[in-house]
């Protein structure tokens, strides 16, 4: 993680309207910013986390996270050439939206 960041930035909020942002820390709840990000953030909140995550932490959610969409674990599988066989996301109790 970048040095002193501690917090999602206020521009990303939107994208967290459904928890307490006080209580949301970079560290603690990583897959679960990096899975919201991937999912619904716009260019500007995906350059955020890639400076923020290292590649290899997202990698790593990907590859074990059930909650992306399946557009969304297409694009990534891509971007960090994943295989499907690696990725949980794929299996049967994923999300399966299009």
């Not at 290292?54 to 059930?66: A, G, H, L, Q, T």
């Not at 969409?69 to 694009?75: E, G, M, P, Y």
């Amino acid at each position: 993680m970048e040095t002193g960041e501690r917090a999602v930035p206020e521009e990303f909020f939107h994208l967290f309207w459904d928890v307490d942002l006080s209580e949301l820390d970079l560290d603690r709840h990583k897959s679960f910013i990096i899975e919201r990000v991937l999912n619904m953030g716009d260019q500007k909140a995906l350059a955020w986390l890639r400076r923020t995550f290292p590649d290899e932490i997202i990698s790593r959610v990907i590859k074990n996270s059930r909650r992306l969409t399946r557009k969304t674990a297409l694009c990534w599988k891509n971007i960090y050439d994943l295989n499907e066989d690696e990725m949980k996301c794929f299996g049967t109790y994923s999300i399966r939206q299009d």
